[in-house]
C-alpha cells in the first residue's frame, strides 16, 4: 500500500514536471552571421535593463528558456553592443534576425504578440514622418488657399487612420500583451480646426489619456518612461535658463503625477524613474518639488528591503537643503584618527564627496589642492570623504598627484555612513557648511567657492 502510494506520488511528481515545464515556452532566435557570439536576455524595466541569462549562439539558433519568476513585458537580447527589443511571455517565441543589424532586420516566424506590435510601431513611425511634413504647411502656407485645405484634410485622415486601427485592434485582441503597450503608447488625436498654439495645449492636456494606471505590465516596458520623458520635452525649451527649465518640469510633473497615485506601484515606478532622471542632470530643485509635494507611497515606506534607492534618497531631500543643518559623522583619516566634523571651528567647512575612480573628481580634487591655500586655510576647513574602497588605489592616486588634502575614508564605498546621510548619489559633489554644520551653499564648480 505505502509502495504504491509512493510510485503514484513519483509518477504525479514527473507528470507535473514535464506539465509545466512544456507550458512555460522558450525564446527562440534565428540569427545569421552570428555563430558563436554569446548573447544575453534583459528585461526591460522603464529605461533600465537587468540581465537574466546569457547563452552562446549554436548552428545559427539562440534559444532561451522561460522561467516562472519571468514577468510578460519587453525582453531584449543583446551582445553588449547590438540588440534587438520584443515582446516576450509564457508561449513559443520564434523570431529572426541578422547581426548586427538585429532590430531592423528583425522578422517573426511565430509570435502573434510580436506580430502586432512590430506592425504598430511601423504604422505608427510612419503615420509621425507624414504629420511632421504637414506640419509646417498647416503653421505657415496661407489658410485660405485650396492647397491649405487639402493639407488639412491629409492631417486628419493620416491620423484618423492610425486611431481607427488601434481601436480595432483594441476591441479584437483586448487580451493580447502587444495591446497594452499599443493603447498606452499611442499620442492623442489632435483636432486639426484649432488653432497651432490651442493644438500644442490640447496636445498636453490629453497626452496621458490612453494610460491606465492601474496597468502594471507597463512597468515592465519603456512605454510609460519614454512617454514621461517625452511630456516633460513639451514643457522645455532650447531658450531656457536652468532655473526656468526646473520650474517648468515641476508644473509639467503636477499634471500627470496625481494621476499614477490610484496605483501604489505604478506611483512608485514614476516616482524613482523621475527622481534618478532629474539626479543624473543635478536638477535639485525638481526633486525638492517633488520631495515637498509627493511622499513616497505608505508600501515602500513600510518595506525597507523593497524600496529603490531613488526613493530612499527622495526622504532626505528636504532635510538636506541650504539652511538646514546636516548631520554630524566622524570618519577615519589616512593615519587612522578619527575625525568629527561638529569638533571643526572654522569659519567654513568644504565637505567634497569624491572617488579615485572618478574621472570629474580628479579634476576638482586637484583644483581645490590649489585652492585651499595657507591663507584659505586660516578661515576654511576642507574635508575630502573618498568613497573608495581600496586603500591602496586611493593612496596610489592621491601620491602620484601630490595631493595634500585632508582625506577621510572607511574604504565602504557608497555605504559609507556620512554619503547615505548626506544623501549622495553621485561624485563629486560638494557641501559647504558654516561652523553650527548649517548648509550654506551646494556649489557645482570650484570657480563658485572663490
Not at 504604422?123 to 505657415?140: A, D, G, H, I, Q
Not at 496636445?203 to 491606465?212: G, S, T
Not at 558654516?434 to 551653499?441: A, G, K, T, Y
Amino acid at each position: 500500500m505505502n509502495c504504491f502510494f509512493s510510485k503514484s506520488l513519483l509518477l504525479l511528481s514527473i507528470f507535473s514536471t514535464l506539465f509545466f515545464s512544456s507550458s512555460l515556452g522558450q525564446i527562440s532566435f534565428n540569427i545569421e552571421n552570428a555563430q558563436n557570439k554569446r548573447f544575453y536576455l534583459h528585461q526591460i524595466k522603464g529605461e533600465r535593463h537587468f540581465m537574466l541569462d546569457s547563452v552562446t549562439v549554436q548552428k545559427g539558433i539562440l534559444s532561451f528558456e522561460w522561467k516562472s519568476e519571468y514577468t510578460p513585458g519587453m525582453y531584449q537580447i543583446s551582445d553588449g553592443q547590438n540588440g534587438c527589443v520584443f515582446l516576450a511571455k509564457d508561449t513559443e517565441i520564434k523570431l529572426k534576425s541578422t547581426w548586427p543589424s538585429l532590430q531592423d532586420s528583425l522578422v517573426v516566424n511565430s509570435s502573434p504578440e510580436n506580430e502586432l506590435w512590430l506592425h504598430y510601431l511601423s504604422f505608427r513611425n510612419k503615420t509621425n514622418m507624414k504629420l511632421e511634413l504637414l506640419s509646417p504647411v498647416l503653421s505657415y502656407y496661407p489658410q485660405e488657399t485650396a492647397f491649405y485645405r487639402i493639407a488639412k484634410n491629409e492631417f486628419a485622415s493620416v491620423q484618423d487612420s492610425l486611431h481607427k486601427w488601434v481601436n480595432n485592434i483594441s476591441n479584437k485582441e483586448s487580451y493580447t500583451l502587444a495591446t497594452h503597450f499599443i493603447q498606452a503608447d499611442i499620442k492623442p488625436k489632435v483636432p486639426v480646426d484649432l488653432y497651432i498654439g490651442e493644438q500644442k495645449e490640447f496636445f498636453k492636456a490629453h497626452y496621458f489619456d490612453n494610460i491606465d494606471w492601474n496597468d502594471t505590465l507597463l512597468m515592465y516596458s519603456n512605454v510609460l518612461t519614454s512617454k514621461i520623458t517625452e511630456y516633460l520635452g513639451l514643457h522645455a525649451n532650447p531658450n531656457m535658463s536652468k532655473a526656468e527649465l526646473e520650474q517648468a518640469f515641476s508644473y509639467a510633473i503636477d499634471q500627470f503625477l496625481p494621476k499614477s497615485m490610484v496605483n501604489d506601484q505604478m506611483y512608485a515606478f514614476c516616482l524613482d524613474y523621475l527622481v534618478r532622471g532629474f539626479e543624473r542632470f543635478n536638477f535639485e530643485e525638481v526633486i525638492l518639488h517633488i520631495a515637498q509635494t509627493y511622499p513616497p507611497p505608505i508600501e515602500q515606506c513600510e518595506n525597507e528591503v523593497r524600496k529603490s534607492a531613488a526613493l530612499a534618497r527622495l526622504e532626505k531631500y528636504e532635510s538636506m537643503q541650504i539652511g538646514q543643518t546636516a548631520p554630524d559623522f566622524e570618519l577615519p583619516n589616512l593615519q587612522g584618527e578619527m575625525v568629527k566634523l561638529s569638533d571643526c571651528k572654522k569659519e567654513k567647512i568644504l565637505l567634497v564627496f569624491w572617488a579615485s575612480w572618478c574621472p570629474h573628481c580628479k579634476e576638482i580634487i586637484t583644483q581645490i589642492n590649489t585652492w585651499y591655500s595657507a591663507e584659505k586655510q586660516k578661515t576654511w576647513q576642507v574635508y575630502t570623504i573618498s568613497i573608495d574602497t581600496s586603500k591602496e588605489d586611493l593612496q596610489t592616486y592621491l601620491k602620484s598627484k601630490n595631493i595634500n588634502l585632508p582625506v577621510l575614508c572607511n574604504y565602504k564605498g557608497w555605504d559609507t555612513r556620512a554619503a547615505v546621510d548626506y544623501n549622495i548619489y553621485a561624485t563629486p559633489t560638494m557641501i559647504v557648511l558654516d561652523n553650527e554644520l548649517r548648509i550654506l551653499s551646494k556649489p557645482m564648480r570650484v570657480g563658485e567657492l572663490r
